[in-house]
């Protein structure tokens, strides 16, 4: 008779049991996810990313790989995909997730915005057709639909789906109510969009009725009142087509109806493009918000990108806030200082903030925010020079100096060349500023703004005959500078030559009228 095994035994085999069960389990799990992650693209080289969106996209691989049976872990690392424009990747994302889940309308309606911006439209109309099926109340799914079937040339499906967006939105309510980027409702879309199918067929009433309700409930949708405009013409009334027409211009520029998941898509991007594609559609919808944000995003994504920085400061400038866009430029020009587009940015945001300073009488506080901007852009020649210029208009003529020679060390520039020889004579570093004039004389022979400093330089040490060389250079220089005709004026005036400064202050006067110190001259001249 067998003996029976005793407790510890039984203990023994049912923990080696368990254990071998578990570690069975392990290895079937780890199986599968190996499985699943195979079926997965493999991700791009991250030496050709940014070091940004490289973490972007490792971070969603890395979630749809630890969970590859996950539809929505396969379907972000798509939409990862997408929004920077792997779209072959995100296409085979978009068919796992609908293979793991076909009851999820994401999938498909993602694949199919993916195919519509590639051009397609029979899979288009298929796989929305799909979306539809699984999810009947999704009013974007059926205007995209709507506007698939056109493509196609199925009017009479276009339409029916169409009239099922508008049935929808009218019982839901609009889908993208709310999202930030807020457009014309879809409503509005998909009954201008059946508004053109019936014109198209020769039914021009039911169509201006169909469209006196759109721009009643969208007033401020540009297309609605261009159709209109179009059909009413065509119905023999052209005062009101131009009514229609002009209303339309006074509206913001077509743009398609606001898409929750293109939002998420777009808020998924790096790429500039697609960054600031989707700005322009806000700049045109007056979404100023949604604009900025996109830009901002655009400008932190891509801070070597000169287009995206450009386009954040030149918004910040329109809405009167140009500090903001100051961090920006400087990051760009410290990577590109020969980008002329930045730097002309940089002169006229940095311009507006000391002047904004100035005007409520902070001198101080703009001297020390172009310090500031100069110790983030050390030797940025444009700062140099605006705070040398803000220096002088303090009168701290030898500390202007140095900052005008900070500048020319980066960057000789005739222009600054010549300030900083104006503040030497202005300080009484007389020698030294005439020596920086003809340093801009010797490169430039006709540069107006030193023949003027070396002019009153050497009036006012009465060096006359010297003055009136260079006074009658500029006058050949600059034939239309006032300035060349009054100095001469002057000059002959000392001589008693009376009849050519005469013809000197009239000369002046005549272009520049409010020339005070001509007319005053002129009224001095003996008659």
């Known amino acids: 008779m067998a003996r029976r095994p005793g407790p510890r035994r039984l203990g ?24 699943g992650a195979a079926r997965l693209p493999r991700p791009p080289d991250p030496g050709k990313l940014s070091p940004a969106l490289a973490e972007e996209v490792a971070r969603a691989d890395g979630a749809a790989r630890a969970r590859p049976w996950s539809a929505g872990a396969v379907g972000r690392l798509g939409m990862v995909y997408h929004a920077n424009l792997f779209y072959g990747r995100a296409r085979a994302c978009y068919r796992r997730a609908e293979e ?3 009851g999820d309308e994401r999938w498909p309606y993602l694949r199919a915005l993916l195919l519509a911006e590639r051009g397609e439209v029979t899979p288009v109309v298929r796989l929305l057709e799909r ?3 699984i999810a009947p109340r999704h009013a974007l799914a059926w205007y995209r639909l709507g506007d698939a079937r056109y493509k196609a040339a199925d009017f009479e499906g276009a339409a029916a789906a169409f009239v099922k967006a508008e049935e929808i939105t009218a019982e839901d309510g609009d889908p993208a109510r709310g999202r930030p980027s807020r457009r014309i409702p879809v409503a509005a879309h998909a009954a201008a969009a059946r508004a053109r199918i019936l014109m198209n067929g020769g039914r021009l009433r039911e169509a201006r009725d169909l469209l006196w309700g759109v721009v009643r409930s969208a007033p401020r949708f540009g297309l609605a009142h261009r159709l209109l405009g179009n059909v009413v013409e065509r119905l023999g009334d052209p005062e009101e087509a131009k009514r229609q027409l002009a209303a339309a211009v006074r509206c913001p520029r077509y743009s398609p109806p606001a898409d929750p998941l293109v939002d998420e898509l777009t808020l998924l991007s790096h790429a500039s493009s697609v960054l600031l594609k989707q700005a322009t559609l806000a700049k045109e919808a007056g979404n100023l918000e949604w604009e900025e944000r996109l830009l901002a995003l655009a400008a932190s994504h891509n801070p070597g990108d000169p287009d995206s920085v450009a386009k954040l400061a ?14 920006a430029l400087l990051a760009n020009r410290r990577r590109d200082p020969r980008n002329r587009r930045i730097g002309k940015l940089l002169a006229e945001c940095m311009g507006r903030v000391v002047k904004n300073l100035l005007l409520v009488y902070r001198a101080g506080k703009a001297e020390e ?17 605006m705070l040398a210029d803000l220096l002088v208009s303090r009168g701290r003529y030898d500390e202007a100096a140095e900052e005008f020679r900070a500048a020319l060390r980066t960057r000789d520039d005739p222009e600054v060349r010549t300030r900083l020889g104006a ?3 202005t300080a009484g570093r007389g020698e030294e500023g ?5 340093k801009v004389l010797e490169a430039s022979p006709d540069h107006p703004g030193a023949l003027i400093h070396l002019l009153e330089d050497h009036t006012r040490r009465g060096r006359y005959e010297e003055a009136e060389a260079v006074a009658r250079r500029l006058e050949k220089a600059a034939p239309s500078n006032p300035f060349a005709h009054l100095a001469l004026a002057e000059l002959a005036a000392r001589r008693d030559r009376v009849e050519e400064a005469r013809r000197h202050c009239r000369r002046a006067l005549a272009l520049k009228p409010d020339l005070a110190a001509a007319r005053e001259l002129l009224s001095r001249l003996p008659r």
């Open 100 to 102: 793991l889940d076909g």
């Open 423 to 425: 503040a030497l004579l």
């Open 369 to 385: 925010t172009l310090r500031g901007a100069i110790r983030e852009a050390p030797g940025e020649p444009i700062l140099h020079g």
């Open 314 to 327: 030149e918004f910040h400038l329109d809405q009167g806030h140009p500090e903001k866009a100051v961090p």
């Open 434 to 438: 005439r020596a920086e004039l003809r």
């Open 12 to 35: 023994f085999l049912l923990g080696a049991a368990l254990l071998l069960g578990a570690g069975t389990w392990v290895g079937v799990s780890a199986w599968i996810r190996s499985a």
């Open 131 to 133: 979306v539809v099926r």
